[in-house]
């Protein structure tokens, strides 16, 4: 079945006075799924999210949402988003509940406290949210964002550069709650320069160059497909490759004396107790994980990809 597409995006442009910021710009996300926007600086990835959203006029081109025009219908449309697009203003002075109360008040769908306490759960700030906002770490701050960004259950979040600034464990725990919301359905939009980042927690990625979109991957692709490439560290690789060679694994040697097996991940037990019958020592097995890094410069250097 085809999965329900939530954003659909088509032949987005914008101009400012002459010069074309982004051009003829076109993807879909689905429920569930974590769509990244990945550029250098000043590629384009705010002005999309920002003509997406409206918060920017669109020169040309269609946005829908849930299958709804932005432009014909905004503020239907609009209250199925959620998204941090700038930092977050706060009332430092007030607690975290207190600023969400008061962002649920603004709300045009009526909130549960329910909902609110729902929420702070899902972003790990139940402990924290009666403490003052200025009490806050950028973490803290960051997910009390994510918090007020969900509070009316959109169906699609938007974030721009959500871990700029964050420190690895803070970068941990936003990765954990982006994956808790997807899971649950909502559609995720994520912009960012930070690849590592984006390949840890995105299903599929668009790369943004100087104002256009290049290439759309799933990150399963990057991460091997279906047969990645699995390393074994042995004692005995000549012993190794006779036992791959009788059972038809095709393998190769890298210059680390590791031996690379291409194969699905179900075949990785079998192997291991092949080499055990064989006394081969084996000390390390893993799956060898193309960087994101490096995709992306195949993607944009080298041409032909
Ligand atoms: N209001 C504006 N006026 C003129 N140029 C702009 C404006 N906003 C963005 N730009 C230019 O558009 C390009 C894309 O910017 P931006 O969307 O912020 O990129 P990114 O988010 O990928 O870093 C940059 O060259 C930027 O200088
Ligand atoms: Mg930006």
């Not at 930092?87 to 009526?110: D, I, T």
């Not at 009490?135 to 964002?145: A, D, E, F, N, V």
């Not at 092949?274 to 995709?295: C, G, N, P, Q, T």
């Amino acid at each position: 079945m085809e999965k329900e597409i939530v954003l659909s995006v088509k032949r987005l442009s914008k101009k400012i006075g002459k010069k074309t910021i982004v051009q003829n710009i076109n993807f879909d996300i689905t429920k569930g799924e974590v769509f990244g926007l990945i550029g250098p600086n000043g590629a384009g990835k705010t002005t999309i999210i920002r003509a997406i959203v409206s918060l920017i006029h669109r020169s040309s081109g269609t946005v829908m949402i849930n299958g709804k025009s932005v432009a014909d219908d905004f503020k239907t449309t609009i209250a199925d988003v959620g998204g941090i697009i700038e930092n977050p203003e706060f009332y430092m002075y007030l607690s975290g509940m207190e600023n969400l109360k008061q962002f649920a008040r603004m709300s045009r769908k009526p909130v549960s406290p329910e909902r609110i306490n729902e929420v702070v759960a899902q972003v790990k700030l139940t402990n924290a949210i009666n403490n003052k906002v200025k009490t806050y770490s950028l973490g803290m701050r960051q997910r009390l964002g994510l918090a007020q960004a969900l509070i009316h259950q959109p169906s699609l979040l938007v974030l721009d550069e959500p871990t700029n600034g964050l420190d690895p464990q803070g970068m941990a725990e936003f990765r954990e709650i982006i994956r808790s919301i997807s899971s649950q359905g909502t559609a995720v939009l994520i912009s960012s320069h930070l690849l590592a980042e984006i390949q840890q927690i995105t299903d599929r990625f668009a790369i943004i160059e100087k104002g256009r979109l290049t290439h759309i991957e799933d990150m399963q692709q990057v991460n091997g497909g279906s047969t990645p490439t699995y390393l074994f560290k042995v004692a005995d690789v000549a012993l190794a490759e006779g036992v791959l060679r009788q059972l038809n694994y095709p393998f190769s040697l890298d210059d680390a004396a590791y031996i690379q097996v291409n194969t699905a991940e179900d075949q990785i037990p079998a192997i291991i107790q092949e080499f055990v019958a064989h006394d081969v020592a084996i000390f390390e097995v893993s799956a060898k994980k193309v960087s994101l890094e490096e995709r992306f410069f195949q993607l944009t250097e080298g041409g032909n990809v």
